[in-house]
């Protein structure tokens, strides 16, 4: 369910575009309260979320000064989100390239 909100246009113009600026501190405002829930709102919010977003945050970082990731062209572009998965996936596999920058 909370996916169908993700991804409604009317609430988030083009939802399958990558764009974090959507969800800036200018752009904050502009968000309908209880459309952006990846961790649940409420009695049954997720005690680790802001664990959880900072585990991400700081893995992400490793990640991104250690290695330079680019989408290899076996990837289909655009990428069509599977009908029939609990998790939000991709029909086809997505391909990158990394190489090591330090």
């Known amino acids: 369910p909370v996916l169908g ?3 409604d246009p009317e609430y988030f113009p083009d939802p399958e575009k990558f764009d974090p600026e959507r969800f800036s501190e200018e752009n904050k405002h502009r968000i ?3 459309t952006y829930i990846p961790f649940g709102e409420g009695p ?5 979320m802001r664990f959880g977003v900072l585990q991400t945050k ?3 970082t ?7 990731f680019t989408v290899s062209p076996e990837t289909q572009i655009p ?3 599977s009908k029939y998965s609990l998790l939000l996936t991709t029909e086809n596999t ?3 390239n990394i190489d090591r920058v330090c």
């Open 58 to 60: 700081v893995a992400l």
């Open 94 to 96: 997505i391909w990158l």
């Open 62 to 68: 490793c990640l991104l000064r250690t290695y330079l």
């Open 5 to 7: 909100l993700h991804m």
């Open 44 to 48: 049954r919010h997720c005690v680790g």
């Open 32 to 34: 309908v309260p209880f």
């Open 79 to 81: 990428l069509k989100w």
